[in-house]
């Protein structure tokens, strides 16, 4: 945790630098993130949901989209406590619009959590794994393509 410390003290010093958090789990825990905020002035959270991968034969941890609905009430508290703590959240990637209630949806909107041109459609995005291999969707990343 100590080397964590002083990655995080080094990036303090930089104008441009967000922490992010990946949900992947129905009652996710979050709490620590918001103390990193405070401690080390984060001012740009980026909020997501993590998406399945396989790696080497491994699989990551992640929450299938069947769930995302009950995770509404996580993301509305944790942009709150981002608030809080003088931080913004944003969404990066597309969002089922239908997870959200009107109200839900309306705060996020408001608050520029999330944006229809943003989270509300799919673009293609490059994507890097951990072995920095590089493929251009979820969907495609298990096809290798040859020199």
Same mark, same amino acid.
């Given at each position: &945790?100590?080397?964590?410390?002083?990655?995080?003290?080094?990036?303090?010093?930089? %104008? +441009?630098?967000?922490?992010?958090?990946?949900?992947? *789990?129905?009652?996710?825990?979050?709490? =620590? @993130?918001? *103390?990193? !905020?405070?401690? =080390?002035?984060?001012?740009?959270?980026?909020?997501?949901?993590? &998406?399945?991968?396989?790696?080497? $034969?491994?699989?990551?941890?992640?929450?299938?989209? *069947? #769930? =995302?609905?009950?995770?509404?009430?996580?993301?509305?508290?944790?942009?709150?406590?981002?608030?809080?703590? #003088?931080?913004?959240?944003? &969404?990066?990637?597309?969002?089922?619009?239908?997870?959200?209630?009107?109200?839900? %949806?309306?705060?996020? &909107?408001?608050?520029?959590?999330?944006?229809?041109?943003?989270?509300?459609?799919?673009?293609?995005? @490059?994507?890097? $794994?951990? #072995?920095?291999? !590089?493929?251009?969707?979820? $969907?495609?990343? +298990?096809?290798?393509? +040859?020199?």
């Amino acid at each position: &945790m100590e080397h964590c410390g002083r990655k995080l003290r080094i990036l303090k010093q930089s %104008l +441009k630098r967000d922490m992010s958090f990946n949900i992947y *789990e129905k009652n996710p825990e979050y709490t =620590y @993130i918001f *103390e990193l !905020v405070s401690k =080390y002035h984060f001012k740009n959270l980026r909020l997501s949901f993590s &998406m399945p991968e396989t790696f080497n $034969g491994r699989k990551n941890s992640y929450l299938p989209i *069947e #769930d =995302y609905k009950s995770t509404s009430k996580n993301v509305i508290d944790f942009v709150r406590k981002a608030e809080a703590v #003088d931080a913004k959240v944003g &969404m990066d990637n597309a969002v089922p619009v239908c997870m959200f209630t009107p109200e839900e %949806l309306s705060e996020l &909107m408001i608050k520029q959590v999330v944006a229809p041109n943003r989270n509300f459609v799919c673009y293609p995005a @490059i994507n890097i $794994g951990p #072995d920095l291999s !590089v493929w251009r969707c979820f $969907g495609t990343s +298990k096809i290798s393509i +040859k020199n």
